[in-house]
């Protein structure tokens, strides 16, 4: 390093000094000292981290002439670091007391009231950080029992984003510099004082704290802790106990399955101790001893799923104390030593041992159930008088970091219950309960009065909370939740009892009504919400005679009494949504009656919250009509709706627009007659919101719905194309600069959607304004999202109107087709981004299925062009995309394609062929999508096929990856194994790796449709083999997961994959590929491959998994 020199200047009370330069001339593997001499002030030093090479440069800033600050700038990152100065004039304080000291006056200045002493105190701060001791002066301040109450909880509070930020460099939230080791070993050794702390506070940061460094540092560095948390809880101190609980807490989280066989032995009973000790124990504290062993009995569960046994020697012993315990816990009265915040984790825990360990708590249900049966029910009157009608106040319960516990979690916890239940054999107990439990479910169910004002002052915010897909959670949508799984459970049983409790609520709320009662509204509206919810079971149990239900009398006497009062604008909404569910049981003057009050409810004079209810009432009507191909019905109110919701939607953003946008779409789709008269409204209204909020997503989409069932109407087609393609080609021509963000993309997104759902030929405007317009701003971006839009819009061109854009020309005399290629390159481009080639695989296999032999040496260009961007490609949508033009070739062209695959070198210089394959069979298992699945499966089959029967030496010469080759002896493989020794492979021939590969694709499938099997027979109720005494020998019972489909949770032909939206795009519907069951033919493959001579080579090189797969299909 070289001295620095210059002089120091003193400006604004900082000490400045002008530096004339200071180099580091090379990276050094350890720590550096940097001296710098400063005319007329002590010489300083400065220990310099490890770093790359770097300019250093003196930036400023003072304690009291002790300290100095300068900037280091490694890497592009400026970082402060603090210079302490040495050889200090006789009577100062050391180094070290100095920098405590600063820190204590620091602290003391960020607590002080004025603004700019408390600004330069955090600035100074910030200079503190990076010492090495100032990790350990937080934690002395935070423990010292002589400190300033506030000094000592501000320390602990920083010392807690200390941890955050400096522990550990792999933390999301580390920066510069890492504490240094010496510095880490004294901090452990102070910080467990501060667990016995007496103020709640001081103990609570303290706690996160080690909390925070157990996570990296037990139990390698910090053996010790446990035995020390272990020493806390059973000294019977309560603050050391409590501080050791709230450490234990997250602890317990980071517990491994190699450590829990250590921990759950010695933790469990201290936990029931303290659980168990109501008397010496806090409510809060005696919380967390339950939370903690539903954490264990969590991970212990997990553990068995891999380990058979650890449940019975780790939990099982202790689990029916503890559920005694938990019984005699749900009983006691809120008092002292209970309230609704620790039956809420009683509860938490119960439900673990019955989701966890069903066959253990048999014996224990008799208790249970009553007990929580009673806390269902108590609860709701208690909900009701305090929540849904306020004429009760009470007090939360509060936990010691000063979280509110509502009273609404209870009941969250008691609905997860029957949630529980409902899951495994104790089903049978819910069906028994259903006529009751849904009578209490409607009680929940009933708007809040906090609701009703939030929802009046926020017409948005009662979209949002009233939609299916609300991200809200609040006890009303868990009470639905709970309603349509019991009806989806027990459908039969279901619509009885809904019936039966509709009745017995509209009757009670009819006496509440005749006695003054002001509430009584809220039972009807709750119970019209519940039998509109599942309104299907209740209307096909009707009409099959299985439920008994006054339908007429409901309609009439309920629904349209309730829409002449005036009573609650909500009571009003939700009679106008209940109707529209029930068209099928309503006569033509009835639906009329009905239609009339929801077309008024959308008058400007209506509250919002009815206006709003009447948009979804309208939706309803559209969807219900349609299915009973009834629209004709709705054939007179359609002008007045169309202008009601335009004009509603120029007076709301946001989630009210979205809704109106949405109905407005599917009010399109009923009679193209009217839709078309309608078009000069509906179509410039739809470009004006998507041009306003183009940069809302949602919006967009809903826009893109609308113009898509325009585009569908013939009698729309050419003046919604007038309106519409002038705007969109404006907006793709326009300079980026010029328009907002993703409005093209979006633009381009449209565009797609109108060539899709226009009938072809296509229209003038739209080949010859619309096509060169999308293809030139394609070309000419660098956006990727733009890229990605047009390569889209040129497939649906492609795919819709081939002979149109190809017989096109520009003036230059290129084609349309000259175009598409020219796309195609830049979306190849190894230049580009790798992203711009995520749909690119589409966009070639169509232009290949339909141009053919048209391409000539196009099609030659283009698969090289995809061989270079595979080895730029790391994403595996980019690289699925990309190979999966090589299986659609396969399946079509499979002799050319092996033609020209093996006349080019591949990078390692062999040829093409191999370096395709290798990717291909190193990636198949990964690819998702269901169509995607069916494409490279059937590729697969046939490239096997065609090497063994035409003896193809190409394909039986290459070598391939195959199965992993484990270690016996090396145990369970760690992270830090895994990075001392890499997995290895066996090597094999590609055409026996290829066999296996469609082994294990069949393997996938008959999982994925066992799964969607077995659903299917739940959905149908056959609960008769669920009966909770049924099956108590089974030994398989008590583990979680044991479902099919939890077992392949992730596999990629797991529901996310399988249902996917694929369907919706129109190349794949027409693909017969598509159409294939990928079962039959793979099974019927593998049986006509087991009779070929060379099957027994093949079969030489399976696994045990393979083969029993095999075994399966009788091979």
């Not at 467990?192 to 925070?212: F, H, T």
């Not at 009662?517 to 039972?523: D, L, Q, S, T």
Request: hydrophobic fraction near 40%; include cysteine.
């Amino acid at each position: 390093m070289q001295l620095l020199e210059g002089e120091p200047t003193r400006n604004n009370n900082v000490l400045h000094a002008n530096v004339t330069g200071a180099s580091c001339s090379q990276a050094s593997a350890s720590p550096m000292t940097l001296v710098l001499n400063l005319r007329g002030a002590a010489s300083c030093s400065l220990r310099v981290p490890a770093l790359p090479p770097c300019v250093l440069g003196l930036a400023g800033g003072v304690w009291r002439a002790l300290l100095y600050s300068i900037e280091v700038f490694p890497a592009g990152v400026w970082h402060r670091i603090c210079i302490m100065a040495q050889g200090m004039p006789p009577g100062l304080p050391t180094v070290q007391a100095g920098l405590r000291e600063a820190l204590l006056e620091t602290l003391s200045g960020i607590l002080s009231p004025g603004h700019e002493v408390r600004a330069a105190a955090e600035e100074q701060l910030k200079v503190l950080e990076v010492t090495e001791e100032f990790g350990v002066h937080l934690a002395e301040l935070t423990v010292d029992p002589h400190g300033a109450l506030a000094i000592r909880q501000l320390a602990s509070v920083v010392l807690k984003q200390y941890v955050e930020n400096h522990w550990c460099s792999h933390s999301e939230k580390f920066r510069l510099p890492e504490t240094s080791e010496r510095a880490k070993a004294a901090i452990r050794q102070l910080l467990p004082r501060g667990l016995r702390e007496s103020i709640s506070k001081v103990r609570s940061s303290v706690a996160y704290a080690v909390s925070a460094i157990a996570h990296w540092d037990w139990p390698e560095a910090w053996p010790q802790l446990f035995n020390l948390l272990m020493e806390m809880l059973v000294s019977g101190e309560v603050n050391a106990v409590h501080g050791a609980m709230r450490v234990l807490t997250e602890f317990t989280r980071e517990v491994t399955d190699t450590q829990m066989p250590l921990v759950a032995p010695v933790i469990l009973p201290e936990m029931y101790k303290i659980f168990t000790m109501s008397e010496v124990y806090g409510i809060r504290t005696r919380s967390r001893a339950v939370e903690i062993f539903t954490t264990c009995a969590h991970m212990i569960c997990t553990m068995e799923e891999m380990e058979k046994g650890v449940a019975h020697a780790l939990i099982l012993p202790v689990i029916q104390q503890f559920t005694e315990a938990f019984v005699q816990a749900l009983q006691m009265p809120d008092g002292p030593t209970s309230d609704s915040g620790l039956k809420m984790e009683v509860l938490k825990a119960v439900t673990a041992l019955v989701k966890n360990f069903p066959k253990h708590m048999v014996s224990s249900m008799q208790q249970i159930l009553p007990i929580v049966w009673n806390t269902l029910t108590e609860s709701a009157a208690f909900y009701v008088r305090t929540e849904v009608n306020d004429t009760e106040e009470i007090e939360d319960p509060v936990d010691s970091d000063g979280e509110v516990l509502g009273f609404e979690n209870l009941v969250f916890s008691i609905f997860e219950f029957v949630h529980t239940l409902l899951e495994n054999k104790f089903k049978g107990t819910v069906k028994k309960a259903l006529p009751e439990l849904i009578y209490y479910i409607i009680l929940y169910m009933q708007i809040t009065e906090e609701q009703i004002k939030v929802w009046t002052a926020n017409p948005q915010q009662f979209v949002e909370d009233e939609d299916d897909d609300t991200f809200s959670y609040t006890v009303r949508i868990a009470a639905q939740d709970l309603l349509l799984a019991v009806s989806s459970e027990f459908q039969n049983e279901s619509a009885v009892a809904l019936a039966a409790a509709a009745t017995r609520h509209f009757q009670e709320a009819e006496q509440i009504k005749n006695q003054g009662g002001e509430h009584w509204w809220k039972v009807h509206e709750a119970c019209l919400l519940a039998l509109g919810s599942v309104k299907s079971i209740l209307t096909e149990g009707v009409q099959s005679g299985r439920v008994q239900f006054d339908m007429p009398g409901f309609l009439t006497g309920v629904i349209l009494a309730d829409l002449n009062l005036s009573v609650s604008p909500f009571l009003l909404g939700r009679s106008l949504w209940a109707a529209s569910r029930f068209t099928a049981a309503m006569s033509p003057e009835l639906i009329q009656q009905f239609l009339q009050a929801t077309v008024s409810g959308l008058h400007d004079n209506q509250p919002p919250s009815v206006r709003i209810s009447a948009v979804r009432a309208i939706w309803g009507y559209c969807d219900q009509l349609k299915i009973s191909e009834s629209t004709h019905v709705l054939q007179p109110f359609l002008p007045s709706i169309v202008d009601g919701l335009i004009h509603l939607a120029a007076q709301f953003t946001s989630e009210v627009l979205n809704l109106v946008m949405e109905t407005l779409c599917i009010v399109c789709s009923v009679d193209p007659v009217f839709t078309a008269n309608a078009e000069s409204k509906i179509c410039p209204f739809t470009i004006a919101i998507f041009l306003k909020y183009s940069n809302d997503p949602v919006v967009a989409s809903l826009a893109q719905d609308i113009f898509k069932e325009l585009a569908q109407i013939e009698g729309c087609q050419s003046a919604m194309q007038m309106r519409l393609i002038p705007t969109l080609v404006s907006i793709m021509q326009a300079p980026p600069e010029k328009i907002p963000s993703g409005l093209c993309a979006t633009s381009i997104d449209i565009l797609t959607t109108v060539v899709r759902n226009t009938k072809p030929p296509l229209s003038e405007l739209l080949i010859c304004q619309a096509f060169p317009a999308v293809a030139q701003c394609t070309l000419r971006t660098d956006d990727n999202t733009i890229m990605q839009n047009g390569g889209e819009c040129l497939r649906a061109y492609v795919s819709v109107a081939l002979q149109q854009i190809a017989q096109w020309q520009d003036d230059q005399g290129h084609s349309g087709l000259w175009y598409v290629m020219q796309v195609v390159s830049q979306l190849l481009d190894p230049r580009t981004s790798e992203f711009t080639a995520t749909f690119v695989g589409r966009l070639v296999s169509t232009l290949i299925s339909k141009a053919g032999r048209e391409l000539g040496e196009n099609l030659d260009q283009i698969l090289r062009a995809i061989l270079s961007k595979m080895q730029q490609a790391e994403t595996l949508s980019v690289m699925q995309s990309l190979i999966m033009v090589f299986a659609h070739l396969a399946n079509s062209q499979l002799e050319p394609l092996l033609e020209f695959l093996c006349s080019l070198p591949g990078p390692t210089g062999k040829p093409a062929l191999e370096f395709v394959m290798s990717e291909w069979m190193s990636r198949q298992h990964l690819f998702y999508g269901q169509y995607e699945g069916k494409v490279s499966s059937v590729a697969l089959c046939k490239i096997l096929q065609f090497g063994i029967t035409m003896d193809d030496k190409r394909l039986q010469d290459i070598k391939v990856k195959g199965d992993e080759i484990f270690d016996l002896q090396e145990g369970i493989r760690t992270r830090s194994k895994t990075s001392r020794n890499p997995q290895r492979f066996t090597t094999i021939p590609l055409l026996v790796k290829i066999y296996k590969l469609i082994v294990n694709e069949l393997s996938s499938v008959i999982e994925a449709n066992a799964t969607r099997n077995t659903e299917e027979e739940w959905a149908q109720g056959n609960d008769d083999a669920n009966d909770m005494w049924e099956d108590e020998d089974d030994e398989d019972e008590g583990l979680a997961g044991q479902l099919l489909s939890d077992i392949i949770s992730c596999n990629k032909f797991d529901e996310d994959y399988y249902e996917d939206d694929e369907e919706d795009d129109p190349d794949v519907l027409k693909d017969p590929l598509y159409q294939i069951d990928l079962q039959t033919y793979l099974t019927e493959f593998l049986q006509q491959f087991a009779q070929q001579p060379c099957f027994s080579a093949f079969s030489n090189h399976l696994n045990d998994n393979e083969r029993r797969i095999l075994q399966s299909i009788g091979i």
